[in-house]
């Protein structure tokens, strides 16, 4: 089955604990992204990548770290959370061919940090 | 930056009902999509529509790049479609992804 995994599903993890949140997709998409999911803020894009190796900054990427290793996995690093980290994260993913970039999102990770 | 605004923001509607939800670019915008987060929050592909107009069973959605909206509609509405709609696409000349402001959908038996 085609699809983005997320890991962990939900964490409560306390300030200033390295954490990373793991995403996987099997599409062999180019394309990887992050996103936050606030009340009131909509959803916001932390970083992408458009292949292995190849990352930029979304709208929101302070305190965060992202790694493109390999072209299925996109993990996002919180080297020092705070608490207004604390948010819905998705993951998603999507083709690069011919320029059309239809996302196709993971199942998000509640992530709260006290 | 582009704004997205999406109208209504709320919308309660009675099952069987029909409703159209618009999206709005201050900006051109490319690779537009809409999605609908249900209630357990998950994000779910509508429509992939660029330009143009598409159908889904009893969802349809229509892109008009040049006049920088897009609309979707959807008919004989169910409980089932209740939730958030959302469009959302790159701004022109970059990869980043905007999104909308979203509509809140509920639909009543």
């Known amino acids: 089955e085609a699809q983005v995994t997320q890991n962990p599903r939900y964490l409560i993890t306390v300030t200033g604990k390295k954490l990373t949140v793991t995403c996987s997709q099997n599409?062999?998409?180019?394309?990887m992204s992050w996103y936050r999911q606030d009340p009131g803020l909509g959803l916001r894009q932390i970083y992408y990548?458009?292949?292995?190796?190849?990352?930029d900054k979304g709208d929101v990427p302070e305190g965060y770290k992202v790694s493109r290793k390999e072209k299925r996995n996109f993990p996002l690093i919180l080297e020092s959370p705070s608490p207004n980290q604390t948010s819905l994260y998705f993951c998603?993913?999507?083709?690069?061919?011919?320029?059309?970039?239809?996302?196709?999102f993971g199942p998000g990770t509640r992530l709260t940090v006290t | 930056g582009i704004q997205v605004e999406q109208s209504p923001p709320d919308l309660i509607l009675q099952e069987g009902a029909n409703s159209t939800l618009r999206c709005n670019f201050s900006d051109s915008v490319n690779n537009l999509q809409w999605f609908h987060q249900n209630p357990w929050g998950q994000l779910i592909n509508l429509f992939y529509?660029?330009?143009g107009t598409k159908q889904n069973g009893r969802l349809s959605a229509t892109t008009v790049a040049t006049e920088r909206y897009s609309l979707l509609y959807i008919s004989s509405s169910q409980t089932t479609d209740s939730g958030v709609y959302f469009c959302?696409?790159?701004?022109?000349?970059?990869?980043?992804?905007?999104f909308g402001t979203g509509t809140r959908l509920k639909v009543l038996a």
């Open positions: 599409m062999n998409h180019e394309y």
């Open positions: 998603a993913s999507s083709l690069v061919a011919g320029g059309a970039y239809e996302q196709y």
């Open positions: 990548s458009m292949n292995v190796e190849v990352t």
């Open positions: 959302a696409g790159t701004t022109s000349g970059t990869y980043k992804y905007i």
């Open positions: 529509i660029p330009s």
